[in-house]
């Protein structure tokens, strides 16, 4: 990733000479990826009066695009699943394919990410909280897809919101279903020497950090990578400006961008996935 | 590198905030608006699957025990009538063999009646032709002797007769 910018940081320079093109790939990337505040009422408004003081003096609350982009997404799982929800509850096989699609979805999440890492009587009460997970990210994820809309899963502030939630899952299930003092013990596994002990506990704990934290950049990574490449395609085009690349960067482009859709797929549930995984194993000491 | 920095790799708490805010708010309307009756309609159609396969693998038990005792009955039948047509043939033949026999003595029986007719018709023509041929030749008699009995023959005759007679008092 980091090698990948740094190399974005050098094209301008490369290609400044050819044309009069101000903006930098850089700023580029930064533009369209970033975060920025929206100039529009009532968001401008609400932005500018109520939240222009720092809660705690920590947490800048005001309303950015991404805040709106989440917010949208939330609205859309709303829109989409509360009606499905309810022709479910009227009849339980389905004619409309609009319906069946979405549940196939869900089921999809309940067989293959939820039930082989709970047993059958806490999958039920997990469900709400991976589907929303997987949803949400999925849904996300295929927003930056849309022109003029961004993905809110590229930013580290969210993924790691996310990932925050998932390692606060499992904590919790872990003190609440073994006890806090057992579930501390219980990092480590079973029939280590008293010797080893010591040095696993840190190790373990560590590891206990390392999880939500992979999570976050690999969704964050995932996701702002497809986008810069599409970026850095399209920006060819003003590099070189010929009808040629033109027509090879567009090309490309496009097939990152069919990447993207399955990316998108991919990496919602391989975040949901290894939450189930990590939330799972501590509800059992191992 | 600082322009990225401050775009893509910044970590903004606020941003980081409004992410757990609008998580939970929206796990918590869709817990009970969504999740918990699909879930459950899921559930409901699994277990109704279920129902349904194991009545399936019933019916098909059934109907593969229906099979079976058919085929028995079928082949039951089909011994019956190897059976019933062997027998028939036995019978057959011993029908046909008793109705030539029985024809053959009839035929023997006509034939014998036939003949003895034959010979009963002969024995009486025979026997009337006897009875002419002695009336005849009676006749012929009595004529050659009333032509020829000389009186005193007769004289002869009748003292022979009568001293016969007189011989049985």
Request: charged letters at 20%; one cysteine or more; proline letters at 3%.
């Amino acid at each position: 990733m980091f090698r990948l910018l740094q190399i974005i940081n050098f094209l301008p320079a490369s290609a400044e000479g050819g044309h009069g093109e101000e903006e930098s790939v850089g700023a580029m990337v930064v533009h369209h990826l970033g975060d920025n505040l929206p100039h529009f009422w009532p968001i401008s408004y609400i932005n500018e009066h109520l939240l222009n003081e720092k809660l705690f003096g920590i947490f800048d609350m005001r309303i950015t695009s991404l805040v709106l982009m989440m917010w949208l997404v939330a609205v859309l799982l709303i829109v989409i699943f509360v009606p499905v929800a309810r022709a479910l509850k009227k009849e339980t096989v389905s004619r409309s394919k609009w319906v069946n699609m979405w549940e196939a979805l869900v089921s999809y999440v309940h067989d293959d990410i939820v039930a082989p890492n709970f047993d059958h009587h806490y999958a039920k009460k997990a469900m709400p909280y991976f589907c929303t997970l997987f949803f949400f990210i999925l849904l996300s994820n295929l927003m930056g897809l849309i022109p003029g809309l961004r993905t809110s899963t590229g930013n580290l502030a969210v993924t790691a919101g996310l990932a925050l939630l998932t390692l606060l899952g499992i904590i919790g299930v872990g003190i609440i279903k073994q006890g806090p003092l057992s579930y501390f013990i219980g990092l480590v596994p079973h029939g280590v020497p008293a010797a080893l002990y010591v040095l696993m506990l840190p190790i373990e704990i560590v590891s206990l950090f390392i999880k939500p934290f992979s999570l976050t950049i690999r969704l964050f990574a995932n996701m702002t990578g497809g986008h810069v490449v599409v970026i850095i395609f399209l920006y060819l085009v003003m590099m070189f400006q010929s009808y040629w690349v033109g027509i090879g960067s567009v090309a490309g482009a496009l097939m990152i961008y069919f990447l993207e859709l399955l990316v998108a797929f991919i990496q919602a549930y391989i975040f949901t996935s290894l939450s189930a995984m990590f939330i799972g194993s501590s509800l059992h000491a191992h | 590198m600082d322009a990225l920095k401050e775009g893509l790799l910044k970590l903004d708490p606020g941003l980081l905030l409004w992410t757990i805010i609008t998580f939970i708010v929206l796990v918590l309307i869709l817990w009970k608006a969504a999740w918990k009756p699909i879930v459950n309609s899921l559930d409901s159609r699994a277990e109704k699957l279920r129902g349904d396969i194991e009545k399936a693998e019933k019916a098909r038990l059934e109907a593969e025990a229906v099979l079976n005792k058919n085929k028995e009955i079928l082949d039951n039948a089909k011994d019956e009538t190897a059976k019933i047509i062997a027998e028939g043939k036995v019978n057959a033949e011993k029908i046909r063999s008793e109705i030539i026999a029985k024809a053959g003595q009839e035929a023997g029986d006509i034939t014998e009646r036939a003949k003895r007719e034959i010979n009963t018709a002969k024995e009486r023509a025979l026997g009337e032709l006897k009875l002419e041929i002695v009336n005849i030749a009676t006749d012929i008699a009595s004529k050659i002797i009333v032509k020829n009995l000389k009186p005193e023959d007769q004289e002869a005759i009748v003292k022979d007769a009568l001293s016969k007679v007189d011989s049985i008092q």
